[in-house]
């Protein structure tokens, strides 16, 4: 029987997969779709339409993601973790869910679904643009945050 810790690893693990693998699935696949499928004022409410089901998934996730962390930082008593360079990439984790759990949870409900459909309407091509360059970089770097966590947790880093 796999302990407690064992759990909250595979849970966190589990809810990385389905967040960062939505927003891989967004980025590479759907967005390029859209953008050759749709005319300029159509993409951005069509492209909100979609990602908006998945902000609910992603939301779930981003939650599972940050309690089973913590969970283990605290059974573990692994805070000082946070005071070696060479475990930057904790820092990582809690900065990508904190990027996102405000983006989340804070800007994209109150003001940055307004923002981008109010947009659409005088710059279609310029606010689709902007989606996806913002998609970018939220990919990047939470798959550098992947590698560097999947290194760092089994030893890789030593300095
Ligand atoms: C508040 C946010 C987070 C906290 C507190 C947290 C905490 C942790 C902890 C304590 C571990 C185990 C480290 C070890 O065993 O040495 C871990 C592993 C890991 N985390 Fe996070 N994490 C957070 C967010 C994230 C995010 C956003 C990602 C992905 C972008 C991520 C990806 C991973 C990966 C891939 C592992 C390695 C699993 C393994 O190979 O065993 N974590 N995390």
Redesign the pocket.
């Known amino acids: 029987m796999p302990d407690d810790v064992s759990i909250a690893?595979a849970l966190?693990?589990l809810g990385?997969v389905l967040w960062?693998g939505g927003v891989a699935f967004v980025t590479m696949v759907l967005l390029p779709a859209v953008r050759r499928m749709k005319t300029p004022e159509e993409r951005v409410a069509f492209f909100e339409d979609i990602e908006g089901r998945f902000a609910a998934v992603a939301r779930w996730a981003t939650v599972l993601?940050?309690l089973s962390?913590?969970y283990?930082?605290y059974v573990w008593d692994?805070w000082y973790r946070f005071l070696v360079p060479s475990n930057f990439w904790?820092h990582l984790?809690?900065l990508?869910?904190a990027v996102f759990t405000v983006m989340l949870f804070i800007a994209e409900p109150l003001f940055l679904h307004r923002w981008f459909q109010e947009r659409a309407k005088t710059h279609p091509e310029q606010t689709f643009r902007i989606i996806q360059r913002m998609h970018w970089v939220l990919l990047s770097i939470?798959l550098i945050?992947?590698a560097a966590?999947?290194a760092g947790?089994?030893g890789g880093f030593s300095f």
Do not use: D, P
Request: charged share 5%.
């Open positions: 690893r966190h693990v990385v960062i993601v940050g962390g913590l283990i930082i692994m904790m984790m809690v990508v869910w939470s945050t992947v966590a999947t947790s089994h």
